[in-house]
Each structure stands twice: as structure tokens, then as C-alpha cells.
């Protein structure tokens, strides 16, 4: 069985049901504290998924994600790398995708290239809400027909059940350049967009989550580990009942990574 | 520490971009949240141990400097906890506290006489009755000595009316004087028969220990009577219920009113921390996993701005926009732009124009309270800003408003926890260590608790700012990450007792956990903030975020393992187990004082209170159509609709994380748009199960003339909530929260004995014991012209509930054209206390009297019947929707079902089963309790039928595909769009 590692620091506070997430889709998961990793980095070899999850890291002291970012930059980036290398796919939701993106695991090196030795700057951004708030609620998504994103393959997604939960203040993606937004198009690197008239924060080109170029670490605003139960749809008790079979968007994506890594242990 | 995308950083000052700049700072020794993070992380990259302090930059156009400072006054900043800088602020050190020389005060009371008594407990902020002071001075005289401070301190802060409720546990010798003739419909209270009840003569009975004789004492009674599901009710610091048979469920709801009329963000902030807290020391610890949250403020629109604000008001468009450009955009100079500061710098926008109530005057704000918008504002983002970073949902609350809160906001945060049933209880044991963990003690949040239970003045910000703390959500959930690794350790709970440090400090834990051991403690061993604390202000600080453990020695190692692990700071105070069960106080090794635990837990004298009730003289009957104004059906719902009590709360819903932990099944709002009110919310304590929890709350202050008939409705409104969503009325646990003005004012304490006593009767009907609750009393205001503002007396029922199945969970929108709209309950003809006449007036001639003036009572037959019958019909599937029928009566109720469901709805009253004769008025917007409105299936009403044998109902409409509501023999037919846009507009802040 696939073995996922939940990273938990001061702050965190999705690490359960991002674990619960991936035990529901056939992997066991493992919560780790971030000062056990940084004092034995080692001990992420041992897994094959990865789970950076959802929370307010050290309260997002200055900005989201900002003070646990500098943290892994300095001491778990290589360690980090070292699992990419070897196909571990990664997930990261909200305060993940917020940390993910100042350590500079996404968007990565274009597709060929390797990882280089030392952080690389960031060079995407995720900004306060146009509407200055914190929101919570459920938004319409759309996956880009040719994402290489390995989480974001096959998904049903329809009027009635493609949506994402997002619960969050800093969530405007904003990349350094325009044609940073053209390569990741045209790299397959977006791998979830909000619907154009549902866009709730602002993000530029609707980008709700992107991948890196081999499709393995998948950063996302909203909260797939929330949309794991028909019951966790916000209008289930309007569906009809052959609405609410198979999986929901959210618990498939974590099937897809998880039957990833069931296919990279055994190659 | 900036990002290269979307900010700058300069070392030094940024030069300004405005007409006028303010940074605003903590005063010193005020929580700096980002501090300790910043520190962190410059340790971890420089290996530099450096100290930091954050501050916040407005660059301003448009305004000079002074009236910068105005504006920052008014909305960025509160002078209470913050510091306003003209120029950029860069001090040359860091405040720190100097060390201070130890000295041991005696307080001379032996010879005091009664004056001089009084006089010490004000000047002392003992807050302490004569009756007590005089207890305490003749225990010193036993002891032969005089008390030392902290000695008076302990006394004070354990015997104060916030720790002990000694109002609610009184004697009590309560009259009434009820004219059942000119009543309205305020019933005589028939008190034989029930516990701890003398009666003397109809109308005169003596009460002792009124919360004993009337709240708990269903619950006992209930027990006795078979009701075998409550584990753990009025002893510990949340109520606990089985939940399953391997787990049981808690709630605890309190209160945080003194602090937030001061301080709102952190008042609030602080009061989410504290009951999470209370959750954490539940049993052996609870596993927090909904907040709740209740604000009672003064109507926004009604109080003027004061000069300043009004003078922004005028530039208000352009400044809101500048500002939020200046922090959002590109290389903004403000680096930290976290989500505390982002209503803040919005909060002076003018407020809306609720449409109903603008015509009212404006009045003047009272020197020494906020404008009710800014308060309310505050303590949602001080909500908010805890909540969400706790990881916990806040998924329920309500929002009331009324004029005499205008001193006194009324905020109340509930939090629900689940355990294992095995972790229901702990004990310390003699020779377990005292151990603290979590944050820092320094001499923020002294005197918390006396504070609390005293009344407030235009002087009290100055007064007690102390008192007023800004809470640090990261240090607690750290604290819980490693509280729960220690409960969950493999070799057993590390510890045999936790409990938080609330109100009183270490001086309440330490003193509740050794009451039967006695207590050793050392207060230089506390970690402190900064220097200069007195052992006294060590024992009595109520900083946030630190709870009291009792830990045998042998597990001492691997809890320090486990707290190194989160950065959770531990700290060895003492221990428990004294001789002679004596708490001792040692400094540095000298004794600071000696307490013994007997005379500090059962010294308190027993207060003798009297209370005396008259029900207010019945008002001119009649509604509008006696006072001669017209009013369309159509224009009073849309007026209704947009009454800020009823208006939907989306603005604060959507900024709460009502989902994280991912237990979410149904969620505050609810339809096909999410625009839906629903009326509670279900999540899955254990995740994985089919079996939920249902949360919501019942606030009835619209029938505050006589708190009996308000106390029954509110329980009434919290089972109907519970039953819409799915949930077994026979499953279902309460709690009470009185907030109260002084009652030391009889008739105050007779309309607290009424609302006591209902809750007896209420909780015995319903079979839904009370298995916690806490009350605050003075909320009153005394103005600087002498004058006493009293709030509305104010009980908020919590209620949370089992849902057998969660996939028979119901919401309220309507969910299909063709389905019928059915009534249960009967409709009656009061209208006391209704919306309608809140909003229209009812003040028609004063003869002869008309009995829709009259307050409307649950009939507690047919009201628990009703919600038994519903929950069949629910559980059966039958009922496809279902909405408690409350605030602003029939019509708003309907209403909002079609427009949640984006459904048309054609009405018709002609088969409402009534009680009595019913004005048509009545019949639309009465606020009788007991009614359920639910959506059923054409071929399903032969099981309707079936599962709401025994009560009345009636089929009284239609669900459709028009675009309108209609009602049969009206001219009403008013556009769904329309209702919902007035409903959704008066809030949306």
C-alpha cells in the first residue's frame, strides 16, 4: 500500500482530512511534524505521496505561508527534491499552495530540465483577495482539456458536481509575467481553473491550480480533501440519487495519485 | 521576508506615498502574534537570535495628518492596545519590563468596620460584596493575622460572580404580582412541587440556589427518569453526551461581553480562544470541532456617527479605495496585509440603509462606547481570525440587534468537542506535578474575571485596559496539537487532570484542580513575557493560551518530548497534595501566602437575594389596521425581509471557515445558490460514520417583556432548528446563557427567576436536559451624565443533537415545482414581541385591550408533540424540506423556502389551523412557536399523514414554476427575486 506523508506545523490545520482523504482512496498516511523532517530529512524517502496541507502556517505571520516556506527553503528543499526526482506525487491545497510557491516547487523547471541545486526565487505569487476577505464557499471548476497534471486526469465534471470548496484571504494568483501564464498554458502546467464567471478571488487567467511539468506536484487553492462524501457537496440534498454515485472530484484526484504511485512502486 | 512578485522591501522607512501617514503599533506588552514567527524564521536562516516587533503602515490621500489620526483612531487602531506613530516608528530598543524587588504587601482589615470594608473591595477591584468581606475578615481573624495581597486576590478572583454565579446560586425570595387581567399574557408561575422551592403564599416562594432548584434540576429529574445519555452535565468545563457507543460529544458556550465593548477584535478573538480552551480542558481533552457564535449589538443605523466619522463619511468613497489599493497593490508599503487588518481599514464606510428602519432618528453615541458598526464589524473579524486559524468551522450563530446594547455588546462563542467515552473525566492526584503548558504569563488580561463582573463606565477603557488582551491562535493550536499527542500517547494518557486558565489564571486552575489536595506552587517558575511582574500579578494574569496540567512525575519526560516536538513551551509550577489541603504560594522559596482550600471553595457566604416581577402593562392592542396606517402584505414582507435580525448573515458566514476538518454535511447556508438560511448546521463528529451532529441555537429577545414566555420560545426555536436538519428530539442536549443586567435590582433578578424557571419547564416538556450554561450579569452602562443603560435580558439556548442517519438530513429550500407546502402547529392571535410590531407599531388605543398585543407562549404539549411528528417525517423521507417557522412569522418563513429553492409558491391560509381567531394580520406574520414548514410529495401524504398523527396541520400551499409568491384572496404576489435581493442587501457589509 502507497505510503502518504503529511507535512503539520505550528498552524496547520487540514493535515487530518487530507490524511483521511488519502486513506479513503487506498493509501496509509503518516502525519510528520515539520521539525522532525528538518532535523531528519531522510525520513521523506520512505514515502511515496506527499501531502503539504491546508492551515494558517505560524499564522501566516507578514504573509500566507511566508515564514514556513523560508523554513523548508533552507532545510528540506533538496529533500524534497530528491522525492520528486523519484515520482512522488504531491498535493498541496491552500496554505500548501501558498507555501509550495515561495519555496519554488511550482511551478519547477521546464519540462527536460533538472531542478536546480538551491531554491529557485519565486515567480508566482498568491495575493490577497480582490474583495479584501477571507471567503468560503464553493466554486465552479473547469480542467483544462490538456493538463499534464496527473491529480486533475479524468475527472467528472459536470453542472451538478464540478465544484471545489476554497476557504481562504490570499488566494489571487498573480504569475511574475504574461509569458510565464502562455508557457504554463502551453505546457499543460494549469491544471484547474475556476469557471470565468465564478472566479472568486481575482486570480489571473482563472487560474484556480497548477502542476509542475511533470504533472506530479499539484498546487491548488481550493480543498479537494473537502469534497471526499457526496454529504460534503453544498446542495447534496437537492441531487438526485444517481447523482451521488462514484467518487466526488475530490476523492477521485486522490485516486488518481495513489493508483500513480501504486504504478511507480511496482515499475 | 518579502516576495518578489508582489512586493518590496526596504530597510529603513519607504518613502511616503501619501498625504498623510500612521503606522500603528501594540502598546508594549500587548500580543505581537507575528512576532515570535518572524523570530523563528530569521533563527532558522541566519542562526541570528534576534527579537522583532511588527507594526502596520497607511499611507492616506486626501487627508492631513490629523485627520489621519482621527480616522486610524476610528478604525485601524484602538488606543486601548495600540499605539498611533505620525512618523515612521523606529524605536532604538524594544520596551522591556525591569525587574522588580519582591515585596510581601499585608492588607490591614482586621479593624476595619463596614465602611472601611466596602471602600478596600472598590479601591482593591475586589469587586466584593459587604457580606463577603466580612467573611474574609473573620476567617483573618481566626488565622490571627492580616491577609496579604494576593491572598485577597485568590479570594476575589474564586468567589467572583464571573467563577461562582453566587447571583444564580442565591436564595432567592421572589414575588409576583400578576394581574392576570391586564397581563400580557404573562402566565403565574406554578412553583409547588419542584425542588429547593418554599412556597409561602401564591406568588411568594423562596428559592435556594436557584440554578440547582431550576436548570439542573431537570436534567436530574430527566436522568432519574431513565434518560440514560448524558455522561458528564455541570461539573466540568463543557457538558458531555454520548455521541455513539465509543464517543461522546461536548459544548460549552460563554460568554466575552466587558472586553469586546472595549476591545471587539480582541474581545471576540479572545473569546473563541477561551472556550476552545474550556473544550481542550473537558474530561481529559476534547477534540474541538465547531465554534458557534451570537452577537447582540445596538442597530448600526440608529446611533450617529460622532463628528469625526461623519466628516470621513463625506470622503468615505474615495479614501476606502485608496487605502485598498495602497495595501493591495503591487510593492505596497504595507508588508503585512494578513487578514486581521483587512476589514479594519474599510470599517468607517457609512452603513447601509436597512430599508425598514432608516426613518428612524439618529441618536448620539455615548462618550466612552463604539459605534455599533464598527463593533460588530470587529468581533466578526476577531472571530473569524481565531476560528479559522484554530482549524475549527464556525458553523452556527445569529445576530441580534436592539438599541439598549449599545454599552454593552453581547458576544457569546460556543465550541463543540468530540472524546473518546473513556476520557470523559480526570482527577488530580496528591504528589502529580502542576504543569503548565502553551503561552507566556504576563500582565495583560489581570483582573479578567472581577472585570467581567462588574458594571461598566464611560472610564472603564481606561480603567480596565488591562483586562482587554489580543489573543496569539497559533501559541493555542500548537498547545492542542500537543495536548491531544500527550492524551493519545501509547502508553496512556500522560496526564490525570487538565483544565484551562480562564478567567483568574493560575489562581482558578491551579485552585479548582487542588480543591481537595491542596497545592504547592512556586510563580517564579512561570515563564514570563517580560520582567517586573509581582507573584501576585503571576497568579492572577489571564493571558491567553495556557492550560494546567496535573502530570505524575514518571510521564513528565515524554510530555516535554511531545511539547519540544510543537515548540510548546512547559513549565513545572508546583505541585498537588498539601498538608492540611493548604494552597501555598512560594516565590523564589519565601512563602507569599497561605490559603487554606476549604475556606476558599466553601467560605463564600450564601447570598440572599429578593426579586419581585410585575409583567409590564399591556400596550395599545391592535396593529396597524387600528393605528389607520396602510400597509400592503407585500411591502410588510419585504420590510420584514430586510430586518437586520432576519437578513441574511452571509457577510459574516462567508468569512468564517465553516468547513475545515472536512466533517461539513450540511453548512450554514444552504440551496442551490448557497443563499438559503438554514436553520442548522450537521457535521460528522467521527468521520467515516453515517451518525451526525447537529448544532444551532434559539434567541427569542423580541418577547423580553416577560423572559418566561422569551425563555420557553428560545427553546422551543433551538429544538425546531435541531428537528428541520434531521435530528431525534429525543436526542437532543441544551444550554443556557443568561446575560443579564445588575441584579441587584429586584425586578431584573424576578425576570432572571422567570427565565430560570422556564427552563425548568421547558427542558422537562421537550425531554432536552441542560448539561451546561454561564451567565454575566451587569451589562449595564452608565453614561457621563449619569444615566444607566440596561441591556435587554438576554438567553441564548444552544442546542446540538444527534442525527441517527445523515443521509436522511433535510435542508429548507424548496427543492421541486409541484410538491405541497404543509403548515404543523396551530397559528395564534398574539403578536407581542413579533417583527411586525417591532417594525409597523401596534399602537393602536390603549382601550379596550386587544389580545394580539399579547407575548405568544409555547403550549409545551403540543409543541414537543410537533417536533416528534416532524422528525418522523423527516426520518421517514417524506419531508422534503423543512423550516422552522420563527422571526418575522409565516410569510418570511415561506418566503425564504421558494427563494432558497428559486421556486414559485402560491399560498393560501383559508385551512391554517388556528388557536383562537387570528387577525389575517396575524395569520401572516405572528410569531407563534411550535410551527414547522415543511415541502411534501403529492404521493407522499398518505405517509405524512402518517407521521403527523396527533397534530394539527394543513396543507396551505403550492410550490411552482413562477417566479412569484402569491397568497390567495390578496393582492400579494410579490417577485422571488425581489424578496431575496431585500433580504440578502441589509447586511451585506
Avoid at chain 1, 127 to 138: C, E, K, L, V, Y
Avoid at chain 1, 225 to 237: C, G, I, L
Amino acid at each position: 500500500m502507497p505510503r502518504a506523508l503529511i507535512i503539520t506545523t505550528a498552524g496547520i490545520n487540514c493535515d487530518r482530512e487530507l490524511a483521511a482523504s488519502f486513506v479513503q482512496a487506498g493509501a496509509e498516511a503518516r502525519l510528520v511534524h515539520l521539525n522532525e523532517l528538518m532535523a531528519d530529512p531522510g525520513r521523506i524517502d520512505g514515502f511515496d505521496l506527499i501531502g503539504l496541507p491546508g492551515g494558517f502556517a505560524h499564522g501566516d505571520a507578514v504573509a500566507a505561508g511566508r515564514i514556513a516556506a523560508q523554513l523548508i527553503r533552507r532545510r528540506l528543499y533538496p529533500a524534497l527534491v530528491r522525492a520528486l526526482e523519484r515520482g512522488v506525487p504531491m498535493i498541496a491545497p491552500c496554505n500548501g499552495f501558498q507555501i509550495a510557491l515561495q519555496v519554488g516547487l511550482l511551478p519547477g523547471p521546464v519540462e527536460g530540465e533538472a531542478w536546480p541545486a538551491q531554491p529557485p526565487a519565486p515567480t508566482a505569487a498568491l495575493a490577497t483577495n480582490t474583495s479584501a476577505r477571507f471567503i468560503d464557499r464553493w466554486v465552479k471548476i473547469e480542467i483544462p482539456a490538456r493538463t499534464r497534471c496527473i491529480w486533475t486526469q479524468d475527472l467528472t465534471i459536470d453542472d451538478q458536481c464540478g465544484l471545489l470548496p476554497i476557504a481562504h484571504g490570499e488566494g489571487r494568483f498573480i504569475p511574475r509575467s504574461d509569458e510565464l501564464l502562455q508557457r504554463l498554458e502551453a505546457a499543460g502546467q494549469i491544471a484547474v481553473r475556476y469557471a470565468a464567471d465564478d472566479n472568486p478571488n481575482g486570480s489571473v487567467g482563472d487560474v484556480a491550480g497548477i502542476c509542475d511539468s511533470t504533472g506530479l506536484i499539484f498546487g491548488l487553492m481550493p480543498h479537494p480533501e473537502r469534497y471526499t462524501r457526496w454529504t460534503q457537496h453544498p446542495w447534496w440534498t437537492r441531487l438526485d440519487v444517481g447523482d451521488r454515485r462514484g467518487d466526488p472530484p475530490g476523492l477521485a484526484m486522490f485516486r488518481n495519485a495513489v493508483a500513480h504511485a501504486a504504478r511507480v512502486a511496482v515499475a | 521576508l518579502a516576495d518578489p512578485v508582489t512586493e518590496e522591501a526596504s530597510i529603513g522607512s519607504a518613502t511616503p506615498r501619501g498625504d498623510a501617514l500612521i503606522e500603528v503599533h501594540p502598546l508594549p506588552g500587548v500580543m505581537d502574534p507575528d512576532a515570535e514567527p518572524v523570530e523563528l524564521a530569521i533563527r532558522t536562516m541566519l542562526g541570528v537570535d534576534a527579537r522583532a516587533r511588527t507594526g502596520r503602515r497607511y499611507d492616506l490621500h486626501g487627508v492631513d495628518t490629523a485627520a489621519a489620526r482621527v480616522i486610524a483612531e476610528r478604525t485601524f487602531a484602538n488606543p486601548v492596545i495600540h499605539a498611533i506613530h505620525e512618523t515612521p516608528y523606529h524605536p532604538e530598543s524594544f520596551p522591556a519590563g525591569t525587574p522588580r524587588e519582591m515585596r510581601i504587601v499585608e492588607v490591614p482589615i482586621l479593624d476595619l468596620d463596614d465602611e472601611g470594608l466596602a471602600k478596600l473591595s472598590r479601591s482593591a477591584h475586589l469587586f466584593l460584596s459587604l457580606d463577603e468581606m466580612k467573611a474574609i475578615q473573620a476567617e483573618y481573624r481566626r488565622l490571627g493575622r492580616n491577609p496579604r495581597d494576593i491572598e485577597l486576590e485568590t479570594l476575589a478572583q474564586t468567589w467572583s460572580e464571573h467563577c461562582v454565579h453566587k447571583t444564580l446560586k442565591a436564595t432567592i425570595r421572589y414575588r409576583e404580582e400578576i394581574d392576570a387581567g391586564a397581563g400580557r399574557g404573562a402566565p403565574r408561575l406554578a412553583m409547588r412541587n419542584r425542588p429547593g422551592h418554599e412556597v409561602h403564599e401564591v406568588g411568594f416562594v423562596t428559592i435556594h440556589n436557584l440554578l440547582k432548584s431550576t436548570v439542573a434540576a431537570a436534567t436530574r429529574e430527566l436522568m432519574d427518569d431513565g434518560l440514560d445519555w448524558c455522561l458528564s452535565v455541570f461539573v466540568d468545563n463543557a457538558g458531555v453526551i454520548a455521541f455513539d457507543d465509543e464517543h461522546a460529544v461536548c459544548f460549552k458556550v460563554e460568554t466575552h461581553n466587558h472586553p469586546s465593548a472595549i476591545e471587539p477584535y480582541g474581545g471576540a478573538a479572545t473569546g473563541i480562544g477561551g472556550v476552545i480552551r474550556d473544550v481542550i480542558g473537558t474530561g481529559l481533552a476534547a477534540r474541538p470541532i465547531a465554534s458557534t457564535d451570537v452577537f447582540c449589538v445596538a442597530l448600526p443605523d440608529r446611533w450617529k456617527r460622532n463628528e469625526a466619522e461623519e466628516k470621513n463619511g463625506t470622503t468615505e468613497g474615495t479614501e476606502d479605495t485608496e487605502i485598498r489599493n495602497e495595501l493591495e497593490g503591487a510593492g505596497s508599503s504595507a508588508p503585512d496585509v494578513s487578514s486581521a487588518a483587512r476589514d479594519q481599514e474599510v470599517s468607517y464606510a457609512a452603513p447601509p440603509d436597512p430599508p425598514s428602519v432608516s426613518s428612524v432618528l439618529q441618536k448620539d453615541l455615548p462618550v466612552g462606547c463604539l459605534h455599533p458598526q464598527r463593533i460588530l464589524r470587529q468581533t466578526v473579524a476577531g472571530v473569524r481570525d481565531y476560528g479559522n486559524r484554530m482549524g475549527i468551522p464556525t458553523l452556527n450563530g445569529a445576530v441580534w440587534f436592539d438599541d439598549d446594547y449599545i454599552g454593552n455588546v453581547l458576544v457569546y462563542c460556543g465550541c463543540v468537542g468530540v472524546m473518546p467515552r473513556a476520557m470523559i473525566a480526570g482527577a488530580a492526584r496528591p504528589g502529580d506535578r502542576i504543569i503548565i503548558v502553551g503561552g507566556r504569563t504576563g500582565r495583560d488580561g489581570i483582573h479578567g474575571a472581577t472585570f467581567s463582573s462588574a458594571e461598566l463606565t464611560d472610564t472603564h477603557a481606561d480603567e480596565f485596559s488591562h483586562a482587554v488582551q489580543i489573543g496569539n491562535p497559533v501559541t493555542e493550536k500548537k498547545m492542542l496539537d500537543a495536548i491531544l499527542e500527550a492524551r493519545d500517547h501509547e502508553d496512556g494518557c500522560l496526564y490525570s487532570a487538565i483544565t484551562d486558565c480562564g478567567a483568574g489564571g493560575f489562581s482558578s486552575s491551579v485552585g479548582e484542580m487542588g480543591a481537595e489536595l491542596g497545592a504547592e506552587v512556586h510563580l517564579e517558575r512561570a515563564p514570563l513575557k517580560y520582567e517586573g511582574l509581582t507573584p501576585t500579578e503571576i497568579w492572577i494574569s489571564e493571558a491567553q493560551e495556557r492550560m494546567t496540567l496535573a502530570v505524575p512525575e514518571e510521564n513528565i519526560s515524554k510530555l516535554r518530548v511531545i511539547c519540544r516536538r510543537h515548540d510548546v513551551e512547559m513549565c513545572e509550577l508546583g505541585h498537588f497534595g498539601t498538608d492540611g489541603r493548604d494552597l501555598i504560594l512560594r516565590h523564589d522559596g519565601t512563602e507569599v501566602g497561605r490559603l487554606p482550600m476549604q475556606f476558599l471553595h466553601e467560605g463564600l457566604p450564601e447570598t440572599m437575594r429578593e426579586a419581585r416581577w410585575s409583567p409590564p402593562a399591556l400596550p395599545g392592542g391592535g396593529t396597524h389596521e387600528g393605528s389607520g396606517l396602510r400597509l400592503s402584505v407585500g411591502d410588510a414582507l419585504l420590510g420584514l425581509l430586510a430586518h437586520p435580525n432576519i437578513a441574511s448573515k452571509r457577510w459574516i458566514i462567508r468569512q468564517y471557515d465553516h468547513e475545515v476538518q472536512g466533517r461539513s454535511v450540511l453548512k450554514p447556508l444552504v440551496g442551490g445558490e448557497g443563499e438559503g438560511p438554514g436553520d442548522a448546521a450537521v457535521i460528522t463528529p467521527v468521520r467515516n460514520s453515517m451518525r451526525g451532529l447537529a448544532i444551532a441555537n434559539g434567541l427569542a429577545t423580541g418577547l423580553k417583556d416577560d423572559p418566561y414566555v422569551m425563555t420557553l420560545a428560545a427553546i422551543d426555536e433551538c429544538v425546531r432548528n435541531l428537528v428541520c436538519v434531521g435530528a431525534d428530539p429525543a436526542r437532543i442536549a441544551l444550554l443556557d446563557n443568561f446575560s443579564w443586567p445588575s441584579c441587584t435590582e429586584e425586578r431584573a433578578l424576578g425576570g432572571l427567576v422567570r427565565a430560570a424557571e422556564a427552563c425548568y419547564d421547558g427542558a422537562k416538556a421537550y425531554r432536552t436536559p441542560f448539561i451546561s450554561g454561564k451567565d454575566s450579569l451587569n451589562n449595564q452602562f452608565t453614561t457621563e451624565d449619569g444615566r444607566t443603560i440596561r441591556i435587554p435580558p438576554t438567553l441564548l439556548i444552544s442546542g446540538f443533537g444527534i442525527v441517527p442517519d445523515i443521509g436522511r438530513c433535510t435542508t429548507m429550500d424548496a427543492k421541486a415545482a409541484g410538491d405541497l407546502l404543509l403548515i404543523v402547529g396551530l397559528t395564534g392571535e398574539a403578536m407581542g414581541g413579533s417583527h411586525y410590531r417591532l417594525l409597523y407599531g401596534g399602537d393602536g388605543p390603549p382601550e379596550p385591550p386587544d389580545s394580539s398585543g399579547r407575548l405568544p407562549l409555547v403550549d409545551l404539549e403540543r409543541a414537543p408533540a410537533a417536533a416528534r411528528a416532524v422528525h418522523r417525517a423527516i426520518a421517514c423521507g417524506a419531508a422534503r424540506a423543512a423550516h422552522d417557522c420563527s422571526e418575522g412569522g409565516l410569510l418570511v418563513a415561506a418566503a425564504e423556502m421558494a427563494f432558497a429553492g428559486g421556486a414559485g409558491l402560491k399560498l393560501d391560509l383559508a385551512a391554517l389551523p388556528t388557536d383562537g381567531e387570528p387577525s389575517p394580520t396575524a395569520e401572516c406574520f405572528a410569531e407563534t412557536p411550535g410551527r414547522y414548514l415543511l415541502e411534501v410529495r403529492r404521493n407522499d401524504l398518505n405517509e405524512i399523514d402518517e407521521a403527523l398523527d396527533g397534530v394539527a396541520y394543513a396543507i396551505i400551499g403550492e410550490f411552482d414554476d413562477s417566479s412569484t409568491l402569491d397568497l390567495a384572496n390578496t393582492d400579494l404576489e410579490l417577485d422571488i427575486e425581489e424578496m431575496k435581493q431585500a433580504w440578502l442587501g441589509t447586511l451585506d457589509w
